[in-house]
């Protein structure tokens, strides 16, 4: 099979699409800037019209395979993804409050994109596009429907998600991800009219370096905490996952990864059955390193806009954004998409900071990629002992104290 050439890959068209943004935003004629204005603004429109479907349609059948087939397991392994993706947005929300106040500049910052809807350039037209229903309504619809199909019998409900699945990933991979480059092309060329686009260039270079930081200090923390559990060395651990972390960065998709992360995790010890059962699990519902992300540029983007952060509304945001990142679809970005709907609905976010997330995000989907496969290792890891442990003590149970001999392996 043919390689596609570099230029096929999202990641780089993104980057083509932020450096033509902002070299052409110094030269277009007002008009020709315009042009590309109406484009953002029908795509912007189109989006929000998509996102309560998307998230209907995806988050659905995501909790309706959560419910079946792998039993308490397949639960005690999503609570703990769960808990870990959810810890994970909580360390990054504590650091953002704590360090971008001084981190990101002050008030020239805030005054500089307060407001940047209120430009005077624009597109030539603007068409409503109404979404069928909001995004918290998608948000019960989904969660309600979801649970229900995991409590009758029929599959015909079921049936008909993973269907409405199919339509809006086609949607996603034929529509939205091929235009994204375009819509980031004339988010920054317009930034750069504006004169914003040096402060926002020297915001998320920050923060891209705490991302990365903390993507660290996270997989330093999943494995001192399954070491501990586990009792075996930490460093032994993760650097067993290298692998799966390199071929993550390649690749920048955990489905792809999924058969590295398996060898990595037997040969830290998981049993083939635990394995495969965990891992491919886990690169659907483990995205700590995406919510890190996601976390600390949206809290930036409210800082340098001077947006009040209401903590108690912001972990709220946080535990919904960890069962939406259930729903992620496996494509570049996917995570962010999928989240797109929690940022306009929860924090207010309006087009720029939308696209401005996206375009970031993307920038570094690799790492947060990387850092959900390797943490994925890690789960594995716990996962195996409990079983292990489980095993051992029904089997104590049911066996009789004069039929186990000394060195039984039940007994060491």
């Known amino acids: 099979m043919t390689k596609k050439p570099l230029t096929s890959h999202l990641l780089v068209r993104v980057l083509v699409g932020i450096v033509l943004g902002i070299a052409c935003g110094l030269f277009f004629p007002e008009p020709v800037a315009r042009l590309f204005l109406t484009f953002n603004g029908l795509f912007s429109a189109f989006l929000g019209f998509l996102i309560p479907l998307l998230i209907v349609g995806l988050v659905t059948p995501a909790i309706g395979d959560l419910g079946r087939g792998a039993g308490k397991w397949l639960g005690v392994t999503a609570a703990i993804a769960y808990a870990s993706t959810v810890l ?25 994109l307060a407001n940047p809807e209120e430009s005077a350039l624009t597109g030539f037209v603007a068409l409503e596009m109404e979404p069928v229903f909001g995004v918290m309504t998608a948000l019960l619809l989904a969660f309600c429907l979801g649970v229900g199909i995991t409590l009758i019998p029929g599959n015909t409900l079921h049936r008909s998600m993973d269907d409405l699945r199919g339509i809006i990933m086609r949607i996603v991979e034929l529509v939205i991800i091929p235009l994204l480059p375009l819509y980031i092309f004339g988010m920054f060329m317009g930034l750069t009219m504006n004169g914003q686009i040096l402060v926002v260039v020297s915001t998320f270079s920050k923060v891209v370096l705490v991302a990365l930081a903390l993507s660290v200090l996270l997989l330093a923390a999943q494995y001192v905490a399954a070491g ?152 594995a890891v716990v996962v195996n002992k409990l079983i292990g442990e489980r095993a051992v003590s029904e089997a104590g149970r049911t066996a009789s104290p004069e039929r186990e001999p000394a060195d039984s392996p039940l007994r060491r």
Request: proline share 6%; with cysteine; aromatic share 6%.
């Open 228 to 379: 501990i559990y586990v009792g075996r060395n930490p460093a032994v651990l993760l650097k067993n996952m290298l692998p799966a972390y390199a071929t993550a960065l390649g690749t920048s998709s955990s489905a792809a990864t999924i058969p590295v992360t398996l060898r990595c995790a037997e040969v830290n010890g998981v049993r083939p059955p635990v394995a495969g059962f965990v891992v491919p699990l886990s690169a659907t519902i483990h995205l700590a390193g995406s919510t890190l992300k996601i976390v600390l540029f949206s809290a930036a983007i409210m800082t340098i806009t001077g947006t009040p952060i209401d903590d108690l509304a912001y972990v709220g945001f946080i535990l919904m954004l960890g069962i939406t990142m259930v729903a992620a679809p496996g494509v570049p970005g996917g995570a962010i998409m999928a989240a797109v709907g929690l940022l306009q609905g929860m924090l207010g976010f309006d087009e720029t900071a939308v696209a401005l997330m996206i375009a970031t995000y993307i920038a570094i989907d690799s790492f947060g990629t990387a850092t959900n496969v390797t943490g994925d290792g890690a789960i």
């Open 88 to 112: 994970a947005g909580l360390l990054a929300f504590l650091v953002a409050r704590a360090g971008y106040p001084w981190l990101l500049g002050g008030e020239r910052e805030l005054d500089a």
